[in-house]
Structure formats: C-alpha cells, structure tokens
C-alpha cells in the first residue's frame, strides 16, 4: 500500500470519529497526522506482511496514540506510536534506571528514550504472556512503534474497567490477583501502572485484560515494592465494594508475592 493512501485513510477514519468525539478531537487529529518515521515503519511493516491493512485510531493518550489495523492471517492488531516528547520523557527514566535489564543505559534524547520504552513495553509483554498472565501478545517493536494484538472486536476497544460495572467482580478480583501474582512470582516483574484505567473487560471471553506495560520493572529494582504497593492499592481500591472487612492486606500482599494469592470470596 503506498504510503500517502496509508495516511489519507488514517485521517479519513479520524474524521468520522471526530464527528462523534468532540472533546478530545485535536489530539486524535493531530494523531492522524504521522511523522514520516512512523509512516515510514508502518509502511515496512506491511512490505513484511505484519500489518496487512490500518483500520483507524483507538486512542490518542498523552504519551502514546494507539490504533487499530489487521494483522497477518486478519487478526486485529494495536499499534501503540509513543509520541517524542521530551516533556513526558522525564519520569520515564526513573522506570528504567534501576532495572537491570537496562543497566547499560545511559540518558538519552528524547527519540532514543522513546526506542527503550517501546522496547520495553514490548519485552515486558513478552514475560507476562510467558508467566500466563492475560494481556495482550507482543507482535513486533521498531523505535517508537509496538504492535501487539487488539483487545476487543471490529476496531472497537475492550472497556476499561473504569466504563463497566462486572456481573461478578469477586470472580474478576481473584483472576486480577492471579495475574499480579503470576508476574511476579513467574516473571519476577512489577507493572507498576496497574489501575481499573489499564485493566480492560474482554467481554467476548468474560475476563480481564492486563495492557500499558511500559512502566513495569523487574523486581530487582530498588522502588520495585513501593510500585508494587501502588498496584495493589489502586486494585483493591477500584473492587472495595467485594473486599472483605477485616482483609489482613499484609497476608493478601506476602501471598500474592509468594504466587498464590488468597482468595476473595
Ligand atoms: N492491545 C490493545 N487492544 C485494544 N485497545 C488497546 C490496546 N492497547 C491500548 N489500547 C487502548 O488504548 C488506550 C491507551 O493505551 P495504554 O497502553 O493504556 O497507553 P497510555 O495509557 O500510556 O496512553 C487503552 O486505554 C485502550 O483503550
Ligand atoms: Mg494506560
């Protein structure tokens, strides 16, 4: 596909949803607009094969735009763009110094920091499906740009768990601990962005989806704990109305840590 009708279709797309989304429409229309780098890796990305066809955007967030396309054999695929920005580049670096897996890493500009964090993202994904954990399958990674499969149906994105109100969040808390623990004790990683925004409802196949792994760290990190406590914070925060009163929060994180989290009844 030559690449101008791969922009033009993007933008196309933008602009029906820009009927329907007023509010956030000048970041999506900006989003449409591509660097010729992004379009550059797109397009070689659908020479490979990899990327059959781009449908439209899904998001346009502050750190990253996120769309949808078909992939090999016509599944869906996400392609999260991390826009190059040095403003939000600043914290970033404190999620990867520390993490041994970049120890090698030294400051760098804002494009070449944007490389590691797609990468990293990508690497992450890669360890959290290996440990079992239900998010998304890394597909590909090129500088800024990761592809990865899509949660959700007909370009339309799983809700956060933030939009829906589960039939049975019991069942959803205990799977959600499952995952948390499965990372940590299977793959020694902490997301560390963990909260009802990053958490989507697949509800195709009833269940919960982990995404955003871009700020996870391995446990070898020295605020590793302290992320870790923030995530279980803000998911015990998001299902207090199935909480337990009395939960002993110290056994609940010690199990989790330990691979086999107490259930939630
Ligand atoms: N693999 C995916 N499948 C479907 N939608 C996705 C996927 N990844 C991200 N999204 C959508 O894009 C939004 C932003 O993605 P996310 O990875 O959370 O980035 P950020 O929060 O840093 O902008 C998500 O809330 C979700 O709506
Ligand atoms: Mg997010």
Same mark, same amino acid.
């Given at each position: 596909?030559?690449?101008?009708? &791969?922009?033009?279709?993007?933008?196309?797309?933008?602009?029906?949803?820009?009927?329907?989304?007023?509010?956030?429409?000048?970041?999506?229309?900006?989003?449409?607009?591509?660097?010729?780098?992004?379009?550059?890796?797109?397009?070689?990305?659908?020479?490979?094969?990899?990327?059959?066809? &781009?449908?439209?955007?899904?998001?346009?967030?502050?750190?990253? *735009?996120?769309?949808?396309?078909?992939?090999?054999?016509?599944?869906?695929l996400a392609i999260k763009v991390f826009r190059i920005n040095s403003q939000t580049s600043k914290w970033m670096q404190d999620y990867i110094l520390g993490d041994p897996r970049f120890a090698r890493y030294k400051k760098k500009d804002s494009r070449a920091l944007m490389t590691t964090w797609a990468l990293k993202e990508f690497k992450n994904l890669k360890r959290a499906r290996d440990a079992g954990v239900p998010c998304p399958e890394p597909v590909a990674v090129r500088e800024n740009v990761l592809v990865m499969g899509f949660v959700g149906e007909g370009g339309t994105p799983a809700r956060r768990l933030t939009e829906v109100e589960l039939a049975d969040p019991a069942k959803h808390l205990n799977a959600v601990l499952?995952?948390?623990? %499965? &990372?940590?004790?299977?793959?020694?990683?902490?997301?560390?962005? &963990?909260?009802?925004? *990053?958490?989507?409802?697949?509800?195709? *196949?009833?269940?919960?989806?982990?995404?955003?792994?871009?700020?996870?760290?391995?446990?070898?990190?020295?605020?590793?704990?302290k992320y870790f406590d923030?995530?279980?914070? *803000?998911?015990?925060?998001?299902?207090?109305?199935?909480?337990?009163?009395?939960? %002993?929060?110290d056994a609940l994180v010690d199990s989790i840590i330990a691979g086999k989290p107490l259930r939630v009844e």
């Open positions: 596909m030559p690449r101008d009708q &791969l922009d033009d279709m993007l933008a196309e797309k933008v602009d029906k949803r820009r009927e329907r989304v007023k509010d956030s429409s000048d970041r999506k229309a900006q989003a449409a607009v591509m660097s010729p780098r992004v379009s550059k890796i797109l397009f070689d990305m659908h020479g490979k094969g990899t990327i059959q066809r &781009l449908v439209g955007i899904v998001n346009a967030g502050k750190e990253a *735009n996120v769309y949808n396309a078909i992939g090999a054999g016509g599944h869906e499952q995952g948390m623990a %499965d &990372l940590i004790a299977k793959a020694r990683l902490v997301h560390a962005d &963990l909260s009802a925004f *990053n958490l989507l409802y697949d509800e195709g *196949n009833d269940q919960v989806i982990f995404i955003d792994f871009a700020q996870g760290v391995l446990m070898d990190h020295p605020n590793a704990r923030r995530d279980v914070d *803000n998911v015990l925060g998001y299902f207090a109305g199935v909480i337990p009163e009395g939960l %002993d929060r």
